[in-house]
């Protein structure tokens, strides 16, 4: 899973701090990383953050018919608010 639950509130969730996201941030903090790396870094740190937070908005079962004719079960996103909130060290 992406997100870890916050100890603070059941509706705060934290990014899984996994080795690449770890890393990200360091680049991020460090006074040497070069412009061109930090802007890449601080850009795959927000699409992490996007694709965490798209994961908990609601979703309800769909069937669509493909172009063959075939039936797929899938899902539809609901109507919902997400809000992210994004802290800064």
């Not at 937070?53 to 609601?58: D, S, V």
Request: proline share 4%.
């Amino acid at each position: 899973m992406m997100i870890d639950d916050c100890d603070i509130s059941n509706q705060i969730k934290v990014l899984h701090r996994t080795g690449n996201v770890h890393e990200l941030q360091t680049q991020i903090r460090d006074i040497a990383t070069p412009r061109d790396r930090f802007v890449f870094a601080a850009d795959r740190l927000i699409r992490l953050t996007v694709e965490a937070a798209l994961t908990l908005l609601p979703y309800k079962d769909s069937e669509v018919e493909t172009p063959q004719g075939f039936k797929f079960e899938g899902l539809t996103h609901q109507p919902g608010n997400c809000g992210v909130s994004i802290m800064r060290s």
